[in-house]
């Protein structure tokens, strides 16, 4: 059933992550004078044995190797090549084991975060559509949701090309065919061809869904060309371990790309969203870079390797099973909420399968925002307020809050 995902034990973590290290470059031993990196800086970061010898993440810090490129396809950096193995097995985690792909057949990295991940996808789906199609940069579009990360706009804006939003039922955050179709036409009346869709896998702000066969639907009908991104920066490690992963996986052919960021729910370090994407595509994203070896398929450049050590160590400490009961007890603590919520009378938006839960902003007074730490969906004239049922948002905490809420 799970293909690369087992859980280890702390020791046997601390092995593979050291003997991953000794296949890097040792800076101590060996001779090379010629690229720009080394180990932390001594004076300052602690590099005595018996400290280190129980923490494989902060030695991985401080050997401080460089994942620069991408090591799923073609030849990568060699002095790094004992923790790139390890990246290579925490995408193929992400994208066999999470999210149903076929072994090897999917490309992938950890960027800096969702907001890189979902640049890369429409960056690649961009150069496919100019390179496969011919398309002039003025035929070709964003498509997602009002409810979408506002790092489409950051993609809209850097790669030139325009987007166009989908209006979202204000209650239930819900698509439909009519709203995907008008926001289509739209786009066509402006002699639109070609379009980078990005689907919801949890809203930041409301944890929402969204349906892919509206857009599927409405987009085939068009004739339009078209990619399919999924952001999951918020739910990638979340919805698919729900009872009900569904539609939003590789096993969906119309499906080419997602977004998991690990410093969301997974609680990595910043530094960990993790791009997917079938094999094939990533080249459209090649830079010619010269003087790295195996070339760069990857808008980032340089980047820490500790940061895939990190999710890699996380996954196989909690091992799959452990991460079904991780998301369970967030579920259930979600559906307690939302029966006391209910009890009270409060109105708030929670798709079934998240943890996210938005209260309308005219139960809230401004001092019970600041003092529970809401987070408004806009700062300026709040209409919703967002509570995130993390690990540390216990039942204890909450209870305080739904006394000030009754009073
Ligand atoms: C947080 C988030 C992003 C952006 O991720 P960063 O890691 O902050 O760059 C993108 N999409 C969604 C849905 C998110 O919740």
């Not at 820490?304 to 452990?322: D, H």
């Not at 409060?346 to 902003?361: D, E, G, P, R, V």
């Amino acid at each position: 059933m799970y293909t690369y995902w087992k859980k280890k034990s702390h020791d046997e973590i601390k092995q593979r992550v050291f003997a991953a290290l000794r296949e890097n470059i040792n800076y101590n031993n060996q001779n090379v004078l010629g690229i720009p990196a080394s180990y932390l800086d001594n004076k300052v970061f602690n590099q005595d044995d018996s400290f280190l010898q129980n923490a494989p993440f902060i030695t991985t810090l401080i050997k401080n190797p460089n994942h620069i490129g991408c090591h799923t396809l073609g030849n990568s950096e060699h002095y790094f090549k004992g923790t790139q193995e390890i990246e290579k097995e925490l995408i193929e985690i992400c994208a066999v084991d999470i999210l149903n792909g076929e072994p090897n057949k999917q490309d992938g990295y950890v960027a800096s975060g969702g907001t890189e991940a979902n640049i890369q996808a429409i960056w690649i789906y961009r150069n496919y559509f100019e390179n496969e199609f011919n398309a002039k940069r003025e035929e070709i579009a964003i498509l997602c949701s009002e409810d979408s990360h506002y790092s489409m706009d950051k993609a809209s804006n850097l790669l030139g090309i325009d987007i166009y939003k989908v209006n979202v039922n204000q209650e239930n955050r819900e698509l439909s065919n009519e709203v995907v179709k008008s926001a289509l036409d739209a786009a066509k009346k402006d002699g639109k061809k070609y379009f980078a869709v990005i689907v919801n896998m949890m809203t930041t702000m409301y944890g929402s869904i969204d349906n892919i066969d509206f857009y599927i639907e409405e987009l085939e009908k068009s004739g339009c060309q078209f990619k399919i991104h999924i952001d999951g920066a918020y739910g990638g490690f979340y919805y698919p371990f729900t009872k009900n992963k569904g539609k939003l996986t590789f096993q969906n052919k119309h499906i080419t790309s997602f977004t998991l960021d690990a410093h969301k729910m997974a609680q990595a370090p910043y530094g960990t969203g993790i791009f997917l994407i079938r094999k094939g595509y990533i080249e459209h994203a090649n830079t010619k870079a010269s003087y790295v070896e195996g070339e760069d398929f990857t808008l980032i450049g340089s980047r820490s390797g500790a940061n895939a050590i990190a999710v890699w160590m996380i996954l196989c400490m909690n091992g799959p099973f452990g991460w079904q009961e991780k998301v369970f007890i967030l579920q259930r603590r979600s559906e307690w909420l939302s029966v006391q919520l209910r009890d009270l009378g409060i109105a708030f938006y929670n798709h079934a399968m998240s943890n996210i839960i938005t209260l309308k902003s005219e139960h809230v007074s401004p001092k019970i925002a600041s003092n529970f730490g809401l987070v408004p969906d806009n700062h300026e004239k709040p209409n919703w307020y967002k509570i995130v049922l993390m690990d540390h948002v216990t039942i204890e905490k909450l209870m305080p809050l739904l006394d000030a809420l009754k009073s």
